[in-house]
């Protein structure tokens, strides 16, 4: 199995930064996207970020410009560093990874999900 944990979370001013880090660990033989997800209280979990094993990134509009996502693929970990938070931003932050494990001689793939960690914007 592959877990992700994340790290960073917290209380922040409007007009402050945080950055969220995920580490994957386990039997990972590649790890294709890496992304960022949040969930605001009723509402859906939504893609904050994505970034791809080559680097390609995607972003979701109410973030573009403020957030910035990477990666390394070496310690298997992305970072979503977060500028200009506003309150509309708190929300629980998850962590997702998708990718192959080795299974048997075969690969298998994976998909799994963070803890997930509580970004709260208020002065």
């Known amino acids: 199995q592959v877990q992700l944990v994340e790290s960073g979370g917290g209380l922040v001013q409007p007009g402050g930064s945080l950055r969220l880090s995920c580490a994957a660990s386990g039997s990972i033989l590649a790890i294709n996207v890496m992304g960022w997800y949040r969930q605001a209280p009723g509402k859906e979990r939504e893609l904050v970020a994505g970034i791809t094993s080559g680097g390609s990134t995607n972003y979701a509009d109410s973030v573009k410009g403020r957030f910035t996502i990477s990666r390394d693929n070496a310690k298997n970990t992305v970072y979503l560093q977060m500028n200009s938070l506003k309150p509309e931003d708190t929300a629980v932050y998850y962590c997702?990874?998708?990718?192959?494990?080795?299974?048997?001689?075969?690969?298998?793939?994976?998909?799994?999900w963070g803890q997930g960690t509580q970004v709260t914007v208020s002065s």
């Open positions: 997702n990874a998708d990718g192959h494990i080795p299974n048997y001689g075969l690969l298998r793939p994976f998909d799994s």
